[in-house]
């Protein structure tokens, strides 16, 4: 009944089974009580099949949301979870909700019956459903899984996040048109990408999240996707990949339409697995350089990004899925402590990452500044690297954000600091005209325009078009004593300014 290939005796040589258990990986919560809940949305927009239906039926694309958040617990409303409840989701979720949990272990190819696995249901998790959110407003992690997993795959590191203060807020990965993806390609990972896009409009809909502190978090094929979506939207702050393909398929990242380097501007931390063995690396065909090669951390310039490599980690234990069910390959895997124990330092860096982009935290800022011998580990578990941002050429927008941080007032004394810190500034006059037109046509924001003017006209003193520009202003707020004034300055530089002339005559009227 199991729905696998067949393994051979020769693969089944390399393989033994786990002995992990949630209470030996030993994350110490934080301070907070934490929430679950699991629903799904309809993304209207798009098509999509149900394969196992054997039909050429198509519904409107369903999106199953997993949220963990800081909770208040509701004394006799409130369940504690245990892991065979997100097992329910998964069944869901690989669209075989109504599969007898007696045979769940036997039928996804990741799940083994074993006694140790068939133990882990059982365990009690730490997130509670019907519980309601704390009051207040906390930052948001937007995760995106592995190559066609599960929104819960790594359900213990969500946990830990919500304990200290964060939502996590997670969906499947799926294929374009069906469960299934295509391989791993570019228009997988849009797809992927466009789901984590519309987990970023659902956050919308809870007033308890701060819109202003969003990461994005992935594993494997999930970091690939976060990669290209932080390169289409600016509203996100930091990006967390566990063993990301954007280190071992750059190519797909590439060919996507949105691909801009000069685009990933935001900190980034990638967690690499431990060196692949040549054994591996023969038998299974690996590329060597996948040891040594990262292009995306290599071509960064604007990004301050951190490189860490676990060495008792392989690839599949970047997941609480991984930790507790999955097979340990004898030809590379450490010991089940090493691996518990490697996991839970993913996770504490993970954490004190989030704390320093996210929330400002001094002891996150030091502790993901350190070297790992710093912080009390040794290079022999964790090694890192890490590269500064290169600062950018100061442009018009970059002037144009600090005059709008201070309400366009006092631009003449802004611009001559700012010129002075940086010479190569240069603020066109077209560009000036036309943001000063933009706010001063607004009743509104008259004032606003008018300071842009009198910047511009600072810069372009003999400009006719400015002072033009600026009446128009006034004219269309119905401020006709300064219309008149400009209009006539206008025409004292160019005495042939038709608009002016027109305007005048008809105020004149």
């Given amino acids: 009944m199991r729905l696998t290939i067949l393994i051979t005796c020769i693969v089944l ?7 992990t258990s949630l209470k030996e990986i030993n994350l110490i919560s934080g301070k907070h009580k934490v ?42 409303i409130s369940k504690q979870l245990a892991v065979l409840d997100y097992l329910e989701i998964l069944k869901e979720e690989e669209e ?67 304990s200290n203060g964060f939502v996590v807020i997670s969906s499947p990965s799926r294929g374009t ?54 390169m289409k939207n600016k509203n996100v702050k930091a990006i967390v990949s ?27 931390i990638h967690f690499a697995q431990k060196e692949i063995p040549e054994e591996v690396l023969t038998s299974d065909k690996i590329p060597a350089e996948l040891n040594y090669k990262f292009q ?27 930790v507790l069910f999955a097979n340990r390959d004898k030809r590379q895997d450490k010991s089940d402590n090493k691996v518990m124990a490697s996991y839970k330092l993913v996770s504490e860096h993970t954490l004190q990452f989030l704390n320093a982009t996210l929330q400002n935290d001094k002891y996150g800022k030091e502790f993901i500044e ?16 890490m590269k500064q941002v290169k600062t950018g050429e100061f442009d018009y927008k970059d002037f144009n954000d600090l005059a709008f941080n201070q309400g366009y007032k006092d631009l003449i004394p802004l611009y001559q600091r700012t010129i002075t810190k940086h010479p190569e500034l240069e603020l066109q006059e077209g560009m000036l005209n036309t943001l000063g037109l933009r706010l001063s046509l607004n009743s509104k924001q008259i004032e606003q325009g008018v300071n842009v003017f009198l910047l511009a006209l600072h810069i372009y003193p003999k400009s006719a078009n400015l002072y033009d520009s600026l009446a ?27 608009n002016a002339i027109d305007r005048l005559k008809q105020l004149r009227e």
């Fill in 472 to 498: 128009e202003g006034y004219f269309y707020n119905k401020d006709f004593k300064n219309a008149i004034s400009n209009y006539k300055k206008s025409l004292e530089i160019n005495p042939e300014n038709q």
């Fill in 296 to 322: 995306l951390y290599d071509s960064l310039k604007y990004s301050k990004a951190y490189s860490y490599k676990l060495h008792d980690l392989t690839h599949s234990y970047f997941s609480s899925f991984g």
């Fill in 177 to 230: 048109d069906t469960r299934w993806l295509e391989g791993g390609t570019t228009k997988d990972m849009e797809t992927q990408s466009r789901d984590v896009e519309l987990l970023l409009k659902e956050i919308n809909k809870y007033e308890n999240i701060d819109f202003d502190r969003i990461a994005l978090m992935g594993f494997s094929f999930g970091g690939l996707s976060n990669a290209i979506t932080v």
């Fill in 242 to 268: 566990l063993d990301g393909t954007e280190r071992y398929n750059y190519p797909v990242l590439e060919k996507s339409p949105y691909f801009n380097l000069e685009k990933f501007t935001i900190p980034y």
């Fill in 13 to 19: 040589s390399t393989i033994s089974y786990g002995q």
């Fill in 370 to 385: 350190n070297s790992p011998d710093k912080n009390g580990f040794s290079e022999t578990l964790i090694s890192k690297k």
């Fill in 96 to 162: 075989w909700e109504n599969l007898p949990n007696d045979f769940l272990l036997d039928w996804f190819p990741y799940l083994w019956n074993t006694p140790d696995n068939r133990a882990h249901l059982s365990e009690k998790v730490n997130a509670f459903s019907n519980s309601t959110f704390l009051i207040g407003k906390f930052p948001v992690v937007v995760y995106a899984p592995s190559y066609q997993a599960s929104s819960i795959e790594n359900f213990t590191l969500f946990e830990y996040l919500a």
């Fill in 35 to 76: 929430g679950f809940k699991h629903y799904t949305i309809i993304d209207s927009t798009r098509t999509y099949q149900i394969r196992n239906d054997f039909n050429n039926q198509f519904i409107d694309r369903p999106i199953p949301i997993s949220i963990w958040y800081p909770a208040k617990i509701q004394k006799n």
